[in-house]
């Protein structure tokens, strides 16, 4: 969606009126979180600050929710109660994660994760501080937090003070991920004390007046390959909520179509099958008989591409016709859609398929790749840094 906002000045000094809706004034950057929970960013680093993006483009900007949309009127409805009519609209409202306990922090959407933060400095910050987490999921998300945590842990030389437990269904972690791979992240965090649950589920999050309940059930093959534990319930001081994510429920309840997991469906072109006018984007949105996974490098570059066909569809909107599917850009994803995770330690973890590899330069790749993105938008913090500190190695902590 940032490509698309830095093309409203354009469309604004055309005559045409462009609003921004979404419920917080600052995006947070999903692939800089886990190290700045790792103590390696601080905030004002890792978002962009859209209220100021609206205002140089022109744009009105409405803080609020989006709770319902009419694709027949042709309105979005916010949790103010307030209706904002289109005529063309670009849909980028992320995923959510399901049944959320009230006890827990979700990792989507994703400025709720920084709500760990203080947990953690408060932790750290009194000599006899401990921290019990629990991490419920083991995917990538869930995976990457924990090794950046435990990372900074070691840093302070406070290892011991950190209980961590890591609950995942499958029976290993980072499902779907290449053997190798998932046997390097669990022999990390072992090593740095966390104790992974496999095979088991969350059955119930008891929240208490100082902390935490998790109750959990052991049922499958991996419980078998998990460390051994005492009981079925942990106490915690913080859990975190990374399981998988489904579309916010107001997509579903549009009559629009979607897929099984609440996204909706769109063409090549990102626009949705029966209502030209509707175009989404990122996390949201689920390409029809071209399901693609849920991460960053497919949501950043279909990025230009829903700029592309705005601009194009509301030129043909002012000539007063929706423009064909044949007069858009298609969107053209990776083959294989490449992933580095930090690891709390100078060494990235690079994955491409079935092939995986761990190594400092992956890291140094990670971080020229995610400054030099955030650069663009947030030039306050970014702006004047050189090629050296786009390629910092800097990490949670600097053993392995």
């Known amino acids: 969606m940032l490509p698309t906002i830095a093309q409203a ?3 604004v000094d055309r005559g045409i009126e462009v609003t921004l809706i979404d419920p917080q004034r600052w995006l947070y950057y999903s692939g800089m979180v886990p190290e700045y929970l790792g103590g390696v960013y601080d905030l004002d680093e890792i978002r962009i600050d859209l209220e100021r993006l609206a205002r140089e483009a022109g744009m009105s900007f409405v803080r609020e929710r989006a709770t319902a949309l009419d694709p027949e009127s042709r309105r979005v409805t916010t949790a103010d109660g307030d209706e904002h009519p289109y005529d063309l609209l670009a849909v980028d409202v992320g995923a959510v994660n399901p049944a959320v306990p009230d006890a827990a922090v979700a990792t ?12 953690i400095r408060d932790a750290l ?30 840093a302070a030389n406070r290892a011991e003070d950190l209980h961590l437990t890591i609950v995942e269904q499958e029976d290993h972690l980072l499902p779907r991920f290449p053997a190798g791979m998932q046997d390097y992240a669990a022999s990390r965090l072992r090593e740095r004390g966390a104790v992974l649950r496999l095979g088991t589920t969350v059955e119930r999050v008891e929240k208490r007046s100082d902390d935490a309940l998790v109750q959990m059930r052991a049922d499958g093959a991996g419980a078998a390959q998990g460390d051994a534990v005492q009981g079925d319930a942990v106490q915690a001081d ?100 490449p992933l580095v995770l930090s690891t709390g330690t100078r060494e990235g973890l690079w994955t491409a398929g079935s092939r995986w590899a761990a190594h400092p330069w992956l ?35 600097t053993q392995a």
């Open 9 to 11: 000045r354009d469309w």
């Open 108 to 119: 989507k959407p994703i400025f709720r994760i920084r709500e760990l933060e203080p947990t």
């Open 125 to 154: 910050a009194s000599p006899s501080g401990t921290l019990h987490l629990v991490i419920v999921g083991g995917g990538a998300a869930g995976t990457e937090v924990a090794l950046n945590v435990t990372g900074r842990f070691h």
């Open 238 to 337: 913080a859990v975190l909520w990374a399981t998988g994510t489904v579309g916010p429920s107001f997509l579903e309840e549009s009559g629009l179509p979607t897929d099984d997991r609440g996204f909706l469906q769109v063409t090549e072109q990102l626009r949705t099958p029966p209502r030209p006018r509707i175009f989404a984007a990122g996390d949201c949105a689920t390409i029809r008989d071209r399901p693609l996974p849920k991460v960053g490098v497919h949501a950043v570059k279909q990025g230009p591409d829903l700029r592309t066909n705005l601009d194009r569809s509301l030129r043909q909107l002012s000539a007063g016709s929706v423009p064909p599917a044949s007069s858009l850009t298609s969107f053209r994803p990776y083959p294989v859609a």
């Open 363 to 397: 890291l140094r790749l990670k971080h020229w790749i995610d400054r030099r993105w955030i650069r663009s938008y947030a030039p306050e913090q970014w702006g004047n840094v050189g090629w050296r500190r786009l390629l910092g190695p800097e990490a949670a902590c």
